[in-house]
């Protein structure tokens, strides 16, 4: 694979690198993107229209069976070649004291299961269920839900653990985000449609802040007009050619 000069010259001088991953990172993993995440009898759902409070509050039993599927999906999915490169990344800039923050929209998990350390997931996770009633956290891996909703056993019931439209990004994590994409020298966007606020503002913000922005996607996006390279293509393809071309400067 031909890769820019320039952008080789800048991953090798970054000492601050900021990753933001989105679901296309995952697919070739087998979980769906968020947008194809409804499929044979979920075809008939709007994603836009299940991930909300209000849709959870209107039919809590389709809400809760439709996460819990997507659980277990993701609890049987393993790593692929873009996940473990960035683990590896990361591990290798820290080794040489620069830092390596990876920002994620995913609620899968895969990139902690690739050896990725101090994950910021913006929009939670959904192998973690919250009690509507406490507020308490459950990490769930066992087999599917007996009940939809699922009794939390503290008087309320358990909803996934991530965030719905609508809902504020847990304010430590984002926070935490918004600081890597303003301080890092190069930013990072791969697999991410950059349709979704406030995470595909953290593009802009680190372009305005003077980081070099890199873009990896399948398609197009709003994204890919503003950032300094746009690679199109799978991220399972590219991230491991692009860290290998980092690890070989
Ligand atoms: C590949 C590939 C391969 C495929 N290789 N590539 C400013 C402007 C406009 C609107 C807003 C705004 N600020 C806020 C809003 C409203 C709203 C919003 O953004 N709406 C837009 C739709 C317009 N945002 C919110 O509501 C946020 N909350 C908020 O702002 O709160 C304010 C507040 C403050 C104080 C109090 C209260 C409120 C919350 C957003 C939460 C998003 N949550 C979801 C659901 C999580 C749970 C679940 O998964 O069900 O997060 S929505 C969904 O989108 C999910 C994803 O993380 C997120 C992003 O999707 P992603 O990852 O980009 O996936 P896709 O499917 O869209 O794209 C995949 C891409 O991969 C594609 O481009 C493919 O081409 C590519 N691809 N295979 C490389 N192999």
């Known amino acids: 694979m ?13 000492r601050h690198i900021a990753v933001l991953t989105g679901a296309g990172v995952s697919a070739e993993s087998g979980v769906p993107t968020f947008r194809d995440a409804l499929t044979g009898l979920w075809a008939k759902y709007d994603p836009m229209q299940l991930a909300t409070p209000e849709a959870f509050a209107r039919d809590p039993e389709t809400v809760s069976r439709w996460y819990d599927e997507r659980r277990l999906n993701a609890l ?6 873009a996940h473990l490169a960035l683990a590896r990344w990361q591990r290798h800039m820290i080794e040489r004291a620069r830092t390596f923050t990876l920002i994620t929209q995913n609620v899968d998990r895969l990139h902690q299961a690739a ?7 913006v929009h939670g996770s959904l192998i973690d269920w919250r009690c509507t009633r406490t507020g308490r956290i459950i990490e769930c891996r066992g087999p599917a839900f007996p009940q939809h909703p699922m009794p939390s056993g503290h008087g309320g019931v358990l909803r996934p653990n991530v965030v719905w439209f609508g809902e504020a990004l847990p304010e430590d994590a984002a926070s935490a985000a918004q600081h890597a994409s303003g301080f890092c020298d190069v930013f990072i966007s791969i697999g991410t449609s950059a349709l979704v606020y406030p995470a595909a503002g953290f593009i802009h913000f680190a372009k305005s802040s003077g980081a070099v922005t890199v873009e990896i996607n399948r398609d197009p996006t709003p994204a890919t007009e503003i950032v300094d390279h ?15 071309a980092w690890e070989q400067a």
């Open 230 to 244: 746009s690679m199109l293509g799978l991220a399972g393809e590219i991230v491991p050619a692009l860290v290998e």
């Open 2 to 14: 031909m890769l820019d000069s320039d952008l080789i010259a800048a991953l090798r001088n970054a």
């Open 115 to 121: 050896g990725s350390t101090d994950v910021i997931e």
């Open 76 to 81: 049987r999915r393993t790593p692929n070649p």
